[in-house]
């Protein structure tokens, strides 16, 4: 199903309904019954003794069948009265320019999203960013959400939860049987925890990024001066959501990038990230060079008062730094590395990033724009990486947090790139020592450069090690990376890839919930119950689509093989068909044992054929 | 450009023809020029001071323009004068049966392939197996090949070479910078590493697999009853080695697989294994009660006859270890380990392949089929992973793999499966404990359940992170595993992948020669040569159809930027700028670093900024 919006030049039409087999639905935490926590419920197989399976849901209301989109007038402002409460003064905004939107003419200008919209910014003094909150004490009503998304929904720890934390290697992180919000409050405290929520975004459903949470994901969108336009960048946004993505990055760059944000920011329910410098370069025509601290400073302003949720600093791309990429194979690959690193060396001059870092943490407190401290001297090959050049940002990095949270802000690092599987570990231990275990939040990375094309791939390899190791985001990478701008098919694997990335992460810390959708699938997938198999994975439809192409009838939902084997190969029918006749055997043994020992043996399989 | 041949029910066609943007090259070994291996050689731009680029080759002759394609007459015979010169007995072959193409009518019956193929048997107390050649100090022309094949061509070490091993971690591996034929042969005889190379698979291009090789892949072919026929399965087989799958398993369960496998083994390159207990079992008419040495001692023969390079032989599946895959969650998932405890089980015996072990030995020794011994008990789920079914069937096959050796037999191990990351690297230290270092071959391990559709993927992870800890072979999983029958394009997407899994691997253990690619690679990315950059791709074809979706115009492919960032954001065309302006101060500072310290500072550009 597609939702038209009234006017042809305004985003067309954006991808709703729920996920096949599933349906969104909402849990309250207890006392709290204002506070409605989505989540997707697959529904299985009754018959089968399966109740149904809750899944994490970052789709917003675009699978809601019960809600009416309309991108004009935007998402619900379901934070709206959490924000109210807190006093924060009405601005009068900040008057769009003809150069935020790139100088386009009238005839080309997409419309500002006409969606109701007041700007709020907090004083100095008050509690304004979540940060601020938490080391005061206070739980916010985002704490209390995610505490509850976070548990899956569920009121009360999981059936063998320790167990399986105590069965995974989380590499020193504490990962809890049961998230509670005071919980959530401390690890922001902490710093090692963010959840990034500009108080202008009140549409947004809140997400915790951390390494004692479930590993997030991330999604780039965004036009280019050579393709793409805002219809697209709508859909893809919802698209990518849809999928999966915890949040998105909005990167665009060409012309119409502050209306395009409007539509995005009005209609995005996940936190979205910029990358405030590429505006910055656009109104000074795209020379490096021209930038200077007034116009970022109104870029951060203009940004943070439509409300972007974080925002990449390339603060730690010192002047020093910059000669340490001259012998590198690929140099510098990071956009907004090279921007910096090209002002500094032109200038010779510190970069304005650095030496104003006090003000831009002021501005973003202010809004509660989170921090991601951008890694511009990020490696771009394998041959470059966990180099000088790279290791001296992130130390830099370090330095950074620690005067942003002075600020009241909340911060994460991102990281690498191009690294090699056994140059991974380090990237993420030196990251939390330097960082103050900040979270961590890596492109990647990406464990060789040969394989254009397939770099969601070579990527998941490092994405799901890193995140293993304790990064708390992955931002993905799809397969047009190093060859183009992706588009919607690109967007949906990136996504896919990236959760199964996060997902085999949060099985190997030992996440309590992770590993009971992996059970629910192979229970599914031992017992032939085709449509749970489907309906349980990561993307139902292309499941389904790919047993259907040699197996399309209905009755082959029900068979006992697919077309990989066929009937008499079926390895899982014939384990069914012997277990029957262990379990006889099993039965016979285990009661003659009972009688020999008085009933106290308990029943061990491996003796019915010994 | 396809191949017909004559006949219409025969493979009508197959690939062939280079991969873009290379050529098959042959280079010798010093003194051997009788011995011509085969790379491909991949043009690069002379203007910009590259070599053209030597990559392993395992597509065979298709590649090559200047042999003509005759599938009824099979390939070229390699190794014949290598076997000729052994003295091996001719034998009378075995007839051929109805039952071994499945009793099919004479109207569906695929007609032999009709390719010359004189059968040999090694005698006892002959040296038969390049394992037995080892252990006697005979180095094979087999090994000579492998040696020279594993240096690239090379006919001394690669530059840097140590300091590329050095610079890896590979768990205790020992990769030498320079391979020698002695070093080849030292590894077979000490049974960690294997040549599969059946004395009648002539037409071979012999490969090594082994922890201080190169990391292999293997595709797995083969129809089902359901579906799939000869001339898909021939053309699955060019196809598989033409994008680089060193091994090929043939795991054929329907009708006409005596005569399938006729048409793979004659033109097949590469190493061919099977798994016999599946024709064994066509024989008995699908009843794995009615299984028993007589039918698989024939089809053993049978099988070793025709060319078969390895078997999987699940001689590890004791009716013991049955009762403890009762409590799993998916039971036993192997075909073989399923159709042998189902045998254990209906006649609570041992298993006719762990109590014949010995005689298999002897008839596997006589042809040199190299033993894959297979895991019959591996988990299919998260959930059974590492369990006392699985580990106990470890054991036992390292108990085999010391048979096998000391009856002169070449032998790898089979693994999983499906293992969470955090339980992968046991399972590697245990294979090695166990199995006294023999090559260790697995299955993925895909690294989660919730992904059908996309396990290439999360198999791709757990292969990439196994073959570093010291896998030797990558049994490749494709997007169709769970679902259905692999096509063609999954055949291709799967053996993509575990490149990319076996390359990563490669580099992280420190091979000498892996990571040049990638700095080929990386200089052409960041030169903007885009034709070298696709070229040097693991897929040619994708990334330059990708790049050209959005940028089709041939000046494109000489832009400084792609569709991703558009003109003004290229990262790598700013750094290019600056880096001329780096290099101009670094100049003028060391001219004056030079003058002051009498000319024996070293330039260190750095210096230039600070």
Redesign the interface.
């Known amino acids: 199903m597609t939702v038209q919006s009234k006017s042809n030049i305004r985003p067309s039409s954006v991808t709703t309904g729920p996920i096949a087999g599933s349906r969104r639905i909402y849990s309250s935490p207890e006392g709290r019954p204002d506070i409605r926590v989505p989540f997707r419920e697959i529904a299985l197989d009754p018959s089968a003794g399966e109740e149904p399976y809750r899944a994490y849901d970052c789709s917003g209301v675009y699978t809601d069948p019960s809600v009416t989109i309309d991108l004009e007038a935007g998402l619900p402002p379901i934070r709206r009265e959490w924000i109210a409460k807190r006093g924060f003064d009405r601005l009068q905004p900040r008057a769009v320019r003809p150069e935020d939107n790139g100088n386009i003419g009238d005839d080309k200008l997409v419309p500002a999203c006409p969606a109701d919209h007041p700007v709020y910014g907090g004083r100095p003094g008050q509690l304004v960013t979540q940060y601020e909150f938490a080391r005061a004490g206070i739980i916010t009503d985002e704490m209390i959400y995610v505490a509850h998304r976070e548990n899956m929904g569920r009121a009360a720890m999981i059936a063998g939860a320790e167990a399986r934390i105590a069965d ?2 989380s590499f020193g992180a504490e990962i809890p049987a049961f998230i509670t919000p005071e919980f959530v409050r401390d690890e922001i405290a902490r710093g090692r925890a963010i959840i990034p929520a500009n108080i202008n975004h009140p549409e947004l459903e809140p997400v915790i990024i951390g390494r004692n949470f479930l590993v997030k994901i991330n999604a780039n969108i965004g036009n ?4 793409s336009g805002v219809a697209e960048e709508v859909e893809k946004l919802v698209w990518a959501i849809r999928w999966g993505s915890d949040t998105v990055m909005d990167l665009s ?2 012309r119409n990038i502050h209306n395009i944000r409007g539509w995005i920011m009005r209609n995005s329910p996940v936190p979205i990230g910029t990358v405030p410098i ?1 505006q910055a ?1 656009e109104k000074v025509d ?1 020379d ?1 060079t021209k930038l200077d601290w007034e116009v970022f400073k109104d870029t951060l302003i203009e940004q943070a008062e439509q409300g972007v949720d974080y925002f990449t600093i390339h603060a730690g791309v010192r ?2 730094y ?6 590198r ?7 907004g ?3 910096m ?2 002002w ?3 200038r ?1 001059k510190e970069s304005f990033l650095y030496e104003r870092f006090d003000e831009i943490c002021d501005i973003m407190r202010k809004y509660d724009v989170s921090f991601s401290l951008g890694d511009g001297l990020r490696p ?4 470059d990486a966990n180099d ?1 050049a790279q290791f001296g940002e992130l130390e830099t990095l370090g330095e950074l947090t620690k005067i942003a949270w002075d600020k009241g802000c909340q911060v994460m690092i991102e990281g690498p790139g191009h690294v ?3 140059k991974i570990k380090v990237n993420m231990e030196k990251q939390l020592r330097e960082c103050g275990e900040a979270p961590f939040y890596t492109l990647g990375p990406l ?8 770099d ?3 990527s ?2 490092g994405a ?2 890193i995140g ?1 190791y304790g990064t708390a985001m992955l931002c993905y990478v799809t ?9 919607r098919d690109d967007v949906k694997t990136g996504v ?2 990236y ?3 996060a ?3 949060d ?4 996440h309590p919930a992770a ?1 009971l ?3 629910a ?3 599914a ?2 017992e032939f119950r085709w449509e749970d ?2 309906n ?4 139902p439809d ?2 389904r ?3 259907d ?3 399309p009838k209905e009755a082959h939902k029900v068979a006992h ?12 029918q ?6 029957v ?3 006889r ?2 039965g016979m043994e285990a009661k003659s044992a009972e009688f020999e020992q008085g009933g106290k043996q308990i029943y061990l ?6």
Chains 1, 2 share one sequence.
């Open positions: 995974g290697e280019s001066a050579v393709t760059t060409g590429y370069l795209g490096p002047l020093r910059v000669p340490l990429t001259a012998k194979v690929t140099g510098i690959v990071s956009r590395g090279s921007i690193a090209k500094c060396l032109s010779h771009g090959s394998n041959a000088a090699p599987m056994h464990t060789t450069d040969i394989a254009p094309g397939y969601h791939i070579t998941a390899i799901a090690m293993w397969p047009k990376e190093h060859l183009g701008l992706p588009d896919i890839t959760r199964i990335a997902h085999a992460a099985l190997a810390k030992g590993k959708r992996d059970d699938i192979s229970r997938r031992f198999q489907f349980l994975s990561l993307d292309t499941a689509q790919f047993h192409e040699t197996l093989f697919c077309s990989m084997c066929g009937p008499k190969f079926c390895s899982m014939i384990t069914q068909d012997l277990r006749e262990a379990e055997m099993a399989p491996q003796q019915a054929a010994e």
